[in-house]
């Protein structure tokens, strides 16, 4: 059975940014605006805040993870965060190790928080699919694979990239697959939680290429034409259709990746009739024609 999970977190080529070991006490306040890297969180001993754009704070504690797909304007504080505006400015106690606030004294809370990058050029839409923000409280597990990444990224061991790479996408898998039944926001995440909505999304998947139709696919999830439209739409952000063609998307970006694959192959193994069809759909996606795009890939790949 397909997994539309892991296919989402295999195409996103997740790699290693950086991560850091945070402590802090007293009261402190770090504000990061991002240009839309993942940024992830988790806290080993204590408490602190997180204060995301247009959402209330979340209190995060001992084994809470948080992760952020396209982080921008969030703020990492203390439970009683400072009443100036101010940003607090972070002491380096030791090579990847930094504390806020009060300088001396056991820390009131110790986090790793980290980076990581994207390598897939149509990384954008993927991560259109995911919830844009994840939090899990409580799973020790994540707190280990945290600790994994944190330690490959310090070290110089052979294959370091190439686990790192693994691990990264244990991590989103294991993060994702975790938040099943929390208050996600909209995304993949939502929709594959909901076992009817479920069917529809794997049946996508596993068929890209048939014509779906709305109707088509209600029947898979076993629901009206309308109230799975409803649904859908409400639970992944999106539309059935509009899923289906970011996914359709992604596969041929993939695929316009390989060298020696014609438009009309490519086309066709995406759903479409004709390389003209596909060609027109794919421009108005993604801004440029297949062929364009297909030529830029590759040229950067050879640079």
Known sequence: MIDPLSEVVSLLQPQAGFSKMVSGAGRWRVRRTEAG???????????????????????????????????????????????????????????????????????????????????????????????QLVHVSGEPRLATLVQLVNEESRAQRPARDLILARLLEVLLIETLRSSEGTAASPGLLRGLADPRLAAAIRRMHEAPTRAWTVAQLAKEAALSRSVFFERFNRAVGMTPMEYLLSWRMALAKKL?????????????RVGYSSASTFSVAFTRHVGLPPTHFARQTLQAADA
């Open 256 to 268: 316009l990746r390989t060298r020696n694959m014609a438009i009309a192959d490519v086309a066709e």
């Open 37 to 131: 890297r993942p940024f992830y969180c988790v806290i080993l001993e204590g408490s602190g805040r997180l204060t995301v754009e247009g959402r209330e704070p979340l209190v995060l504690q001992r084994n809470d993870f948080v992760l952020i797909p396209a982080a921008q304007n969030f703020a990492t504080s203390s439970l009683d965060p400072p009443d100036d505006d101010a940003d607090t400015s972070p002491i380096l106690l030791a090579p990847g190790e930094f504390r806020l606030g009060t300088p001396d004294g056991p820390p009131e809370v110790r986090m790793v928080i980290g980076y990581c990058e994207f390598g897939s050029p149509d990384a954008a839409v993927l991560v259109s699919l995911l919830p």
